[in-house]
């Protein structure tokens, strides 16, 4: 399916992050499509059926390991490179029918409300995204992310802080029928690990 389809919009040429992030998978990047350590413990937990949306999933080894247990994945990211790199090895693995790559900016993506049994993200932040992919959940569904904090701007100058989480982010921002299982900050990597699920 094409990104407007999945409720995205293909990112200008120019967008800076689709240029920043091509260059990277560009560049001799060779993926090991390990999954996220927060995909394989949220798909080892009770989840309704439904399917997952795995955000800013890049080379994704967690949509990967998701379609593999028989789930169908929408996997957004801007770099067209990154989702060619999952979707070849989606096929080579006989998983292409169940992974639908997106191509579009996070940041006019949106999803129907209730949509996915997990939504996942690890390794990007914006307030009003994650807002969305939590109306996303549905009931007794699984909310994940994984992103930097502010403490990882004293090794990292040039990151924003419009990337980092504040002290409590995210689940200070989580509405009340969500309860908190999990969030951990991660000193080694200068990220914050959460995850929530709806009631």
Same mark, same amino acid.
């Given at each position: 399916?094409?990104?407007?389809?999945?409720?995205?919009?293909?990112?200008?040429?120019?967008?800076?992050?689709?240029?920043?992030?091509?260059?990277?998978?560009? @560049?001799?990047? %060779?993926?090991?499509?390990?999954?996220?350590?927060?995909?394989?413990?949220?798909?080892?937990?009770?989840?309704?059926? !439904?399917?997952?949306?795995?955000?800013?999933?890049?080379? @994704?080894?967690?949509?990967?390991?998701?379609?593999?247990? #028989?789930?169908?994945?929408?996997?957004?990211?801007? %770099?067209?490179? =990154?989702?060619?790199?999952?979707?070849?090895? =989606?096929?080579?693995?006989?998983?292409?029918?169940?992974?639908?790559?997106?191509?579009?900016?996070?940041?006019?993506? @949106?999803?129907?409300?209730? @949509?996915?049994?997990?939504?996942?993200?690890? !390794? $990007? $932040?914006?307030?009003?995204?994650?807002?969305?992919?939590? #109306?996303?959940?549905?009931?007794? #569904?699984?909310? !994940? $992310?994984?992103?930097?904090?502010?403490?990882?701007?004293?090794?990292?100058?040039?990151?924003?802080?419009? $990337?980092?989480?504040?002290?409590?982010?995210?689940? %200070?921002?989580?509405?009340?029928?969500?309860?908190?299982?999990?969030?951990?900050?991660?000193?080694?990597? #200068?990220?914050?690990?959460?995850? =929530?699920?709806?009631?």
């Amino acid at each position: 399916m094409s990104a407007t389809d999945q409720g995205g919009r293909v990112p200008p040429d120019g967008h800076p992050d689709r240029l920043r992030w091509n260059a990277r998978y560009a @560049s001799g990047f %060779s993926p090991s499509f390990r999954p996220h350590p927060l995909a394989v413990q949220a798909l080892d937990m009770d989840l309704p059926d !439904g399917p997952v949306a795995d955000l800013a999933c890049g080379a @994704s080894g967690s949509a990967l390991l998701a379609a593999a247990r #028989g789930r169908a994945v929408t996997a957004v990211d801007i %770099s067209e490179l =990154a989702l060619a790199m999952l979707s070849d090895e =989606a096929r080579r693995r006989g998983l292409q029918r169940l992974i639908t790559e997106v191509h579009t900016d996070l940041a006019v993506w @949106s999803a129907p409300p209730c @949509s996915y049994a997990l939504v996942l993200c690890t !390794g $990007w $932040w914006d307030r009003a995204v994650f807002g969305a992919a939590a #109306g996303a959940v549905i009931r007794g #569904g699984l909310l !994940g $992310w994984e992103a930097f904090t502010a403490e990882a701007r004293q090794a990292r100058a040039d990151l924003s802080p419009d $990337w980092c989480l504040a002290p409590g982010e995210p689940a %200070s921002l989580l509405a009340a029928d969500f309860a908190v299982l999990d969030q951990r900050d991660l000193p080694d990597r #200068g990220r914050r690990r959460f995850l =929530a699920r709806r009631q």
